[in-house]
């Protein structure tokens, strides 16, 4: 028999007060002053990609046009590029899980890596309709740090199902 990385435990059901929190969370993140720092995430997408390739049936679409609308309110951006890039991010997140489930972590992140890429050109493809400029090609570098911060992501989001089935007083968690 082979040694795996795969652990053989089954999670429990994911709360949806949880899902809620990390994507208020995600936010929150978002709205850090960071000016002109292109290597920061797009905390919203990574996580909303996150739940919708591991919870497509809870967060989906809606989801992801609720979000966005928050996001381009909070920003003050062009209204509607947010709802429209995190909607197909959410679409094709959705039908991909299973795919992208099927494989491990670091293969998941390449897996993701199109996806979140693909969400900052219909921000930038919307922008550019509109007669804003082209903001260089560091803009696309978050994509990148956001697909290498996947497998922490994953397993700080996991973190709460692997809670015990038993209540045991001697144990903190």
């Known amino acids: 028999m082979q040694p795996t990385n795969r652990s053989s435990r089954i999670l429990q059901p994911v709360r949806y007060g949880f899902i809620l929190f990390s994507l208020l969370g995600a ?18 997408a990574l996580v909303l990609l996150f739940w919708c390739v ?3 049936r809870r967060v989906g679409m809606f989801s992801a046009f609720l979000l966005g609308v928050l996001m381009d309110v909070a920003f003050g951006n062009l209204f509607g590029q947010h709802p ?3 909607v197909v991010m959410a679409y094709l997140g959705a039908a991909l899980s299973r795919r992208i489930l099927w494989f491990p972590l670091s293969q998941q992140a390449l897996h993701v890596f199109p996806l979140l890429l693909g969400c900052q050109v219909w921000m930038v493809l919307i922008r550019l309709v509109a007669g804003d400029e082209f ?3 560091t803009y696309f570098a978050s994509s990148v740090v956001a ?9 700080l989001l996991l973190l709460p199902q692997f809670r015990p089935v038993d209540k045991d007083e001697n144990r903190p968690i």
């Open 27 to 44: 936010f929150a993140l978002n709205q850090l002053p960071v000016g002109r720092f292109y290597f920061m995430p797009d905390w919203v």
């Open 84 to 86: 429209l890039a995190y």
């Open 135 to 137: 903001p260089g090609v």
């Open 54 to 56: 591991r919870e497509p």
């Open 147 to 155: 697909a290498l911060l996947w497998t922490p992501l994953t397993f």
